[in-house]
């Protein structure tokens, strides 16, 4: 959840998303469905894309950005 609110939040449509993790269109319906989640390394690059936390990212933290 907090993937999708940080990528829209960035302007990031459903289609750059799958383009920067090099997936196919379908890859974040499939994540917004249930039919698969992202792995760690796509949650990684996707943090470091954002500029959050890893724990951010996956719903074990508040705060959004990461610490300098």
């Known amino acids: 959840e ?3 609110k ?3 939040e960035n302007n990031y449509t459903n289609k750059q998303l799958c ?3 090099g997936k196919n269109p379908s890859y974040i319906s499939d ?3 249930g039919k698969s989640k992202p ?3 796509e949650i990684i690059l996707l943090a470091q894309t954002f500029n959050v936390s890893v724990d951010y990212l996956l719903g074990k933290e508040l705060g959004k950005r ?3």
């Open 19 to 21: 383009e920067l993790l």
């Open 6 to 8: 940080i990528a829209k």
């Open 2 to 4: 907090n993937i999708l």
């Open 39 to 41: 792995k760690a390394d």
């Open 31 to 33: 994540w917004k469905s």
């Open 66 to 68: 990461r610490k300098s």
